[in-house]
């Protein structure tokens, strides 16, 4: 069973416009979300992350919202540009778990300029 | 600094033999982790190490064994390349401060190497 879900697996975009990639958890333990961006042929590069104490981070056009409740977690990305077109990947941890990463399958970005 | 460096990059095997795929990071990071991808899916992890001489398995160990000599690097080893291994595999590594490991860990991938077992 999964317990991180990308339920979109693409996502189109106009150039200047929001993109919102979304992400569901299942485990209750996990306090810490991060997303990578992977372009293709190369690894995951980190983007932003966010603690389960916190409900939004934000960083330049990058801001991750957490909604804990709901077990629901969002990048928005405003505005989008060409090169944002990637792989964008949510993962989450949990304290105790030796750091270890559970990904979900991935949104692919594409950004039309 | 490099990061975190993979090789080889691209790799064909034939079914039963062995190979390691090498991994070097160079940013002193005590935690080190072995991933896999498969089309269409998420990083699913292979083995991780908290540290020189201590390694610990992951979702997906089997068919695979590695080592941690150094804190510098972590080969993963395959003994019976297998088609279910053909993949692409993702070493990463961390710095963690905690005992058990603390959650705020971002991880440092390095390129990748893209295996076929035929």
């Known amino acids: 069973d999964q317990q991180v879900k990308q339920n979109s697996p693409s996502l189109s975009v106009q150039e200047g416009r929001i993109s919102i990639l979304n992400c569901d958890y299942t485990?209750?333990?996990?306090?810490?979300f991060l997303w990578y961006k992977k372009y293709p042929a190369e690894g995951p590069t980190f983007l932003i992350s966010?603690?389960?104490?916190?409900d939004k981070n934000e960083d330049g056009r990058f801001t991750v919202f957490l909604n804990k409740s709901a077990k629901h977690l969002s990048l928005h990305i405003v505005p989008s540009q060409p090169g944002d077109s990637a792989v964008y990947f949510c993962?989450?941890?949990?304290?105790?778990?030796?750091?270890?990463?559970?990904f979900g399958k991935g949104t692919k970005l594409s950004v039309k300029p | 600094n490099a990061g975190v460096t993979q090789t080889p990059k691209f790799r064909i095997l034939k079914i039963g033999q062995s190979m390691t795929l090498q991994c070097t990071q160079d940013m002193n990071h005590n935690y080190m982790y072995w991933y896999r991808q498969d089309p269409g899916m998420g990083l699913k992890l292979i083995y991780y190490s908290v540290g020189a001489g201590i390694t610990d398995k992951g979702e997906v160990p089997n068919g695979y064994n590695v080592s941690r000599s150094t804190t510098e690097d972590f080969p993963l080893r395959l003994e019976l390349a297998a088609p279910s291994q053909t993949s692409v595999y993702f070493c990463a590594s961390s710095y963690s401060r905690g005992l058990g490991g603390s959650s705020y860990n971002e991880q440092f991938f390095g390129p990748g190497t893209r295996l076929t077992v035929l």
């Open positions: 993962a989450a941890s949990a304290t105790g778990s030796q750091g270890n990463l559970i």
């Open positions: 966010i603690s389960s104490i916190k």
């Open positions: 485990n209750s333990m996990f306090d810490y």
